[in-house]
């Protein structure tokens, strides 16, 4: 296949090199952006600087006051020897953004991140002809949750329903594909019901506006319990999803690679699709900082492909182009995963999954 040109060629180039080998995943953004130890006054710009409510820490912003960092640290991935880097848009949703009073900005947060992405896979694609890179536009979980109530004192209230993630999710998948976003990445999942809201508007925006592109899931197992917060284990999750026929189910966040590894190992039983899985560099420590080298990172990870449990793999919190280019060398030559056959049979999912006879 000649150097593809457009999304669609791109998408069509992703399906075929991802039998080839484990694709990589970049790293940690918000790590990545704390390096630059930004003030209230950096994250405002001129644009904001009158804006009437702090906003030091909207990380989304950076993507409209200072474009050159975010192109900076996506080159840093790619040039690490990353495939797939992720849009700068974890909280560019009307119902995260509302914290920083600036809803009006998810669409054009969701299509400006996505723009400086491809800007930087295409600089990395100049520099080594024959490199194809990959944008993959995130949707992130939101900071409220449908499934379950911010008040112990009231289990039937909600701050968020489905309806209302639904528009929102909408609105930001239009953007991601506006800017370019060769795929959708649902991710850090700790709700299935929001997770649910979110695929049930990408579909919707692909059939209302003719473009399908590949899309990632990855849940995150919030604690030692193996559980989302919302109370299902890996396999019920994947029931839940598995209707979406996604291009990949995985893991991210909250655990490092040494307890998520027996998750994706059920994943990878399960799945008849790509598994990807991103962790964090370690468990935190009492200062909330993450210290698993790169060549620790690289070493538990590394098992999961000589294992044969991944076929797409990258990093999360605290991860670093380091860590990422430690990665990238461990998975090098390692065989992807092969996709099983799964026994066709009605499989339903409460918080534990149910396969009937």
């Known amino acids: ?212 592109l590949p899309i990632m899931i990855s849940g995150t197992i919030t604690d030692m319990s193996g559980r989302l917060l919302s109370g299902q284990t890996p396999e019920a999750f994947w029931n839940s999803v598995r209707h979406v026929e996604p291009f990949s189910i995985g893991l991210n966040c909250a655990l490092g690679a040494k307890e998520m590894r027996q998750h994706i190992d059920t994943l990878s039983r399960v799945a008849d699709t790509l598994v990807s899985a991103h962790p964090n560099a370690g468990l935190p420590n009492e200062m909330g900082e993450y210290d698993e080298s790169p060549q620790q990172m690289a070493k538990l990870v590394g098992e999961f492909v000589t294992s044969g449990l991944v076929n797409i793999l990258g990093g999360c919190c605290g991860t670093t182009p380091d860590h990422i280019r430690a990665i990238a060398e461990s998975a090098k030559g390692g065989k992807p995963r092969e996709i099983p056959e799964i026994e066709r049979r009605m499989r339903l999912s409460g918080l534990e999954p149910f396969a009937a006879d």
Do not use: W
């Open 1 to 212: 296949m000649s150097h593809p040109k457009t999304r669609e060629e791109r998408i069509a180039h992703l399906k075929q090199e991802v039998k080839k080998r484990v694709l990589i995943l970049d790293g940690a953004m918000g790590t990545m952006i704390q390096r630059y130890k930004l003030q209230e006054a950096d994250y405002r710009g001129e644009r904001f600087k009158d804006h009437g409510s702090d906003v030091k820490g909207n990380n989304e912003l950076i993507s409209l006051v200072r474009p050159d960092i975010l192109r900076d640290i996506h080159l840093q991935y790619y040039r690490a020897g990353a495939d797939i880097a992720e849009t700068n848009t974890f909280g560019a949703t009307r119902i995260a953004q509302a914290d920083y009073h600036m809803e009006d900005l998810a669409y054009e947060m969701n299509v400006a991140s996505a723009r400086i992405a491809r800007e930087a896979a295409e600089i990395c694609e100049a520099e080594t002809p024959g490199r194809v890179c990959y944008v993959a536009g995130v949707l992130g979980p939101t900071n409220r949750t449908a499934s379950i109530s911010p008040d112990v004192n009231d289990p039937g209230y909600r701050n968020v329903d489905f309806d209302r993630l639904y528009v929102a999710y909408k609105e930001s998948t239009r953007g991601l594909i506006e800017g370019g976003a060769d795929i959708i990445l649902v991710e850090t999942i700790f709700d299935t019901l929001n997770a649910k809201a979110a695929l049930y508007a990408v579909q919707d925006v692909f059939d209302e506006d003719g473009v399908t």
